[in-house]
């Protein structure tokens, strides 16, 4: 049983180019995890700081809950399969296999057990007297997995092992290792530029780009739901369609999408867009659509939403065939690329030829939403926010055909029509609002249902063990102090969620007694932190999170200063000889189950604090920090540290 953790780990080259920018995922036992990225994208970087062949710049790796950020490869308990298979020429396959073994001191007779085990489940058995030379490509790289495999290690780690055979000895060795992961039921970590094997090999795939996870998810979730315009594109093949559009909501509860550069719209139902931001909406932003080629017909009347296009070139892949066409009849450059460029897929027994003009259809349920100046998507399967509108009269807010009373917190805000925007997980089942489940979508960790409340939208996630089916009814509660209210005379902003304070970090020690085994009493200098503010405060930190800084910092990074992050329930008004943040209580606010104190430091910072108990409105206090709950910046290198 091993799991693997990375949290925020990063790696910077001494020239300032960072390969890996905080890296966090938790790998669960037997899981295969596929990375997956163009080449430079930190992949094999990331896979050798797991090894332990790579110094990690910042963060943690845990190896079954235990730090090994400082352990040599060899106490790491992992075994490597490389792109070259590194066998030795001079041994037969055998000893290759034997050697790790031999090199442990296992007795013969178990070494034997183990490699003639392993060799009848790759196949090898028939060639354990033959040299490396004497064998075919496919057959190396059987040996050097076994060499892997007798090891019986935590945890395999794969760097393109494939690249160097054919495609029918790569397709052949993917069932192999897909077979062999499901039998040793051991956690694999596999790292390949290509993402046929990416998505028919791995339980979830980790998407990278420039040193950044772009996404983790499962191979069909990637495909289903990109997260931006880089991962549609990259997952799937042939490479998504995009074109430029812009939608414009029109009456009767529709949105026609006009395609730029083309005498083309669709008039298409407002409910496909029910993700979609209502800024997106007033016809005069560009937004980049996606649709996959599977989701253009041949077939004209196969969908309601139709065009012609010009046929450029045909890939006959005998099953069915991909169609190259552009949307544009009067391009007639039929070769080069184009912002009207589509990839669609006829049938077998098709009669299309280069250069005609033929119609296909749209299947607008299956296309995709990009912004188009930052690429993400905007019709995500669990979206940030929903919109909607409310009204406030005499203390009470209409919303959603339910009338709540405002939290004392919130009295000042005026009568009149506000637009709420409502960030998605400040939406929670079990309240009064009552609204029906329009789709149940399954993520990675959660459900994701699509609510109709009348004529509008909302999401919310569920647990996987909570069994939800379409047009079932369920009742939801809203959390006031995370809503914006906007109108075109005022606003009311959502309570403060994370408070920041740049801090210098004082490195102390002090000399503890310690027992060794043999009972003698030895003293050893024990390192810890504390936080002073730029005002001369100074905020304790507790021994872990001091001891991970102490790790992570090198003594010149303690004479700069960091950035710390903390929301209301990281803090606490305390005792003056518990140390923590001189302060002035500026007011209460009061959510009803909920109170917070809004204060003002030294700094002129305001720090909101959850409180337990009642406080005057302008008296001085202390606020420290639980620093396990902090988040903490190197802002001169851009790294988070905790």
Do not use: W
Not at 521 to 529: A, F, G
């Amino acid at each position: 049983m091993s799991n693997l953790e990375l949290s925020h780990v990063y790696k910077v080259y001494p020239n300032g180019v960072k390969a890996v920018n905080d890296f966090t995922m938790k790998i669960e036992d037997k899981e295969f995890i596929v990375f997956v990225g163009p080449s430079g994208c930190g992949k094999s970087t990331t896979l050798r700081m797991i090894a332990g062949l790579e110094e990690i710049t910042s963060g943690e790796i845990k190896i079954d809950d235990m730090i090994v950020n400082d352990a040599e490869p060899k106490e790491r308990d992992i075994a490597m399969v490389f792109q070259n298979y590194a066998l030795y020429p001079h041994m037969s396959v055998y000893k290759n296999m034997a050697f790790g073994l031999k090199l442990r001191h296992m007795p013969k007779a178990e070494i034997d057990e183990r490699v003639r085990n392993i060799a009848e489940i790759l196949g090898l058995s028939e060639y354990l007297d033959r040299k490396p030379k004497a064998m075919s490509g496919g057959q190396r790289q059987r040996v050097a997995l076994g060499r892997a495999i007798v090891r019986e290690p935590k945890v395999f780690l794969l760097d393109e092992p494939l690249s160097n055979l054919d495609a029918k000895l790569r397709a052949q060795m993917r069932s192999q290792i897909s077979k062999l992961h499901n039998r040793l039921q051991t956690t694999f970590i596999y790292v390949t530029h290509d993402q046929v094997e990416a998505m028919t090999m791995g339980t979830r795939i980790v998407v990278m780009k420039e040193g950044f996870v772009q996404q983790i998810d499962t191979p069909k979730n990637l495909y289903r739901y990109p997260i931006n315009k880089f991962v549609a594109g990259f997952i799937g093949t042939p490479q998504m369609n995009f074109l430029n559009v812009k939608l414009k909501k029109t009456e009767g509860k529709k949105v026609e999408m006009i395609f730029e550069k083309l005498d083309l719209s669709f008039l298409a139902p407002l409910d496909l867009f029910s993700r979609v931001d209502e800024k997106y909406l007033n016809g005069d932003v560009t937004v980049c659509f996606g649709i996959r080629s599977e989701h253009i017909s041949s077939d004209p009347n196969k969908y309601p939403y139709k065009a012609m296009c010009k046929i450029g070139h045909i890939e006959d892949l005998g099953v069915d065939a991909q169609i190259y066409a552009d949307l544009n009849l009067n391009d007639d450059d039929l070769v080069g690329e184009s912002p009207t460029r589509i990839i669609f897929r006829a049938p077998t027994g098709y009669s299309h030829q280069s250069g005609d003009e033929v119609e296909v259809s749209f299947d607008l349920e299956h296309m995709h939403l990009f912004d188009s100046e930052n690429e993400e998507s905007i019709s995500k399967l669990l979206p940030a926010f929903v919109k909607t509108k409310g009204m406030v009269k005499d203390g009470k807010v209409s919303i959603y055909g339910h009338s709540f009373a405002l939290p004392p917190a919130m009295k000042e805000i005026s009568d009149g029509e506000y637009a709420l925007t409502i960030p998605t997980d400040a939406i929670t089942a079990g309240g009064e609002i009552e609204a029906k489940i329009s789709s149940v979508s399954v993520a990675t960790d959660k459900n994701v249902l699509t609510l109709k409340i009348g004529d509008e939208y909302a999401f919310v996630s569920a647990p996987l063990s909570e069994k939800h089916k379409e047009g079932d009814t369920i009742k939801i509660a809203l959390d006031f102090k995370r809503i914006a209210f906007d109108s075109s005379s005022s606003s009311f902003s959502p309570l403060q969620e994370e408070t920041s304070l740049i801090v210098k970090v004082n490195k102390k020690s002090l000399m503890k007694e310690h027992v060794n085994m043999n009972g003698r009493v030895t003293k050893i200098k024990e390192y810890y932190c504390e936080f002073e503010t730029s005002a001369g405060k100074i905020i304790p930190v507790d021994a872990s999170t001091g001891l991970k800084l102490v790790n992570l910092m090198s003594n010149k990074a303690f004479k700069e200063e960091i950035e710390i992050r903390f929301s209301p329930y990281a803090a606490r008004i305390c005792d003056i000889d518990q140390g923590g943040i001189e302060a002035k209580l500026i007011s209460i606010l009061n959510y009803g189950k909920e109170k917070f104190a809004k204060c003002e430091n030294d700094e002129a910072k305001e720090i909101i604090v959850s409180l337990d108990k009642d406080y005057d409105v302008g008296q001085n206090v202390y606020i420290a920090l639980d620093t396990k709950q902090i988040h903490a910046y190197n802002t001169k290198n851009q790294i988070r540290l905790l």
